[in-house]
C-alpha cells in the first residue's frame, strides 16, 4: 500500500463502499477538501499522481469529477479508471472499450487471487473465474448484480473495492 498522508487516511477511512453504479454515488465535504491540493501535493513521488487523483475522485463519490479528471490522462491506469467509471455509469459497450485498451494489466493477477477469494466466500453459482482476470466479464457480472441484488452484488461490490484498492495502491505508489 501506498504511504499516504494522515488528510487522505482520514478521508478514505471515511468514505463508503463504491456502489455498484454512479447513482449511488453521494460526494461530500471531501470535494471541498481537495480544492486546493493538486494530485502532485497529494501524492508525491508516485507513479501515477494524476490517476491516483481519479481514483481518489470516484472513491470519494465524486462520479463526474473522477470521470473529467480520468479521461485527460494518457496512461493505461488512465484508461483503467476511465473504464470502472464507465462500468458504474453504467455503460457497459464505453467501459469494454476502455478496458479493451488497458489490455493486461500488473495487477491482474492479483485482483484475480481476490476475486477467488471473495467468490468462494459466496457467489451466484454460474460466476466462474478464467485462468486470468477478464474485465468484460466482471462488467457482466456487475450488469447482473443490479439486476438480482443479494449475494451477486454483495459478490460484485466487494470485487470492485477490491479492484480500486489494488489500482489506487499500484497509481500511489512512489516511482
Known amino acids: 500500500m501506498a504511504s499516504l498522508s494522515p488528510q487522505l487516511q482520514d478521508l478514505l477511512a471515511d468514505a463508503p463502499e463504491l456502489p455498484l453504479t454512479q447513482r449511488g454515488l453521494r ?10 491540493q493538486t494530485p502532485d501535493t497529494l501524492f508525491p513521488g508516485a507513479k501515477n499522481a494524476d490517476a491516483a487523483y481519479a481514483g481518489l475522485l470516484l472513491r470519494l463519490g465524486c462520479w463526474a469529477e473522477s470521470h473529467e479528471n480520468a479521461q ?19 455503460d457497459a459497450g464505453n467501459a469494454a472499450y476502455w478496458f479493451r485498451r ?16 471473495i467468490l468462494a466466500r459466496g457467489a451466484p453459482r454460474n460466476w466462474r473465474l478464467k485462468a486470468q482476470w477478464d474485465p468484460l466479464l466482471f462488467i457482466e457480472w456487475c450488469e447482473e448484480a443490479q439486476t438480482q ?19 489506487f495502491d499500484w497509481c500511489a505508489a512512489p516511482a
Open 72 to 90: 485527460d490522462i494518457s496512461s493505461v491506469e488512465g484508461s483503467y479508471w476511465h473504464a470502472i467509471i464507465h462500468r458504474m455509469e453504467p
Open 149 to 167: 441484488g443479494g449475494g451477486a452484488e454483495s459478490a460484485a461490490r466487494a470485487i470492485q473495492m477490491a479492484e480500486w484498492q489494488l489500482l
Open 102 to 117: 488497458v489490455g493486461r494489466h500488473a495487477i491482474f493477477p492479483e485482483l484475480l487471487s481476490e476475486a477467488q477469494q
Open 27 to 36: 460526494p461530500g465535504r471531501q470535494l471541498r477538501l481537495l480544492a486546493s
